[in-house]
């Protein structure tokens, strides 16, 4: 696997070699299960075509099984732009609790982010430790990500890798300028762009790839769609939508590992590997 900066953002619909003869159009943006490298950490991101994602309890279509569908534990947060982290590692789950972070090893849960113009941000480690990561401008500033990455790191996680789904890029991003001032005093000058009208605007993308690499995760993967203009997903700012996207993040078992190793198609393997893309 080589590894990327997240500066070198990757087009989902021009990912090169599907696996095994794969349909092409399988391969492509939300509808594909992505591995993080070896750590065996699986993530999906949801778009429109899926439907609300939010909860019922969130005023959404979903119930909590939502599209894991693996027979996992769904668990999550009340999102409030902030750095708190919720350590799943019990059986017990408590959800909606209010964070913009789930960190866990279990392979029996699936850690779950809604998003519609926010960061969907998956961090894995070889040691099988994983964190699904909410993260728009003032949850960054807040020190979410890094909060994540030592949450990991106090679970075991050595080297951790991330990737970046879908959220609002610059052009679709008009920003203030005295809000703008404070992430760039922040993330650095990189983070200043400018909207399609011409305002000044946030690159939420690179925000995220500054306080990933300060963290020391290595970025192997950004979605370079714009969740405003990709008219494929839910958008906060170019729509008010109330509905949401889902990052879905989960462990593979050591069971459906070997079966993906081996070739094998079984229970859940059937599903799993054609479908599959390694980041
Ligand atoms: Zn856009």
Known sequence: MSLATCAAAVNISADPSPRDGAPRSMEHGAGAERRLGSTGVMVRWTAMKDGDQRPLELGGQRYREGLCGLGRKQVWLSQVHGSRVVRVTGPEISLGEPADALVSARDDV??????????????????????????????????VVHAAVTAMASMGATEIIGAVGPCVHA????????????????????????????????????AVSVALREAGVSCVF????????????????????????????????????DQENAGLFGKYGSRLVPNTQVL
Do not use: N
Request: glycine share 8%; charged share 25%; proline share 3%.
């Open 110 to 143: 699936c850690l779950t982010i809604f998003v519609a113009d926010c960061a969907p941000v998956v961090l894995a480690s070889r040691e099988g430790v994983m964190a699904a990561v909410h993260a728009g401008w003032r949850g960054l500033m807040a020190g």
């Open 171 to 206: 052009e679709c991003y008009e920003f203030s300028a005295r809000d703008l001032d404070a992430v760039a005093s922040r993330f650095g000058d990189e983070v200043r762009s400018t909207a399609a009208g011409g305002q000044s605007s946030l690159d939420l993308p690179a």
């Open 222 to 257: 950004q979605a370079i769609e714009c969740t405003a203009c990709s008219g494929l997903h839910f958008s906060h700012r170019a729509m008010r939508s109330p509905e949401r996207q889902a990052m879905l993040v989960w462990r593979q078992s050591e069971k459906e590992r």
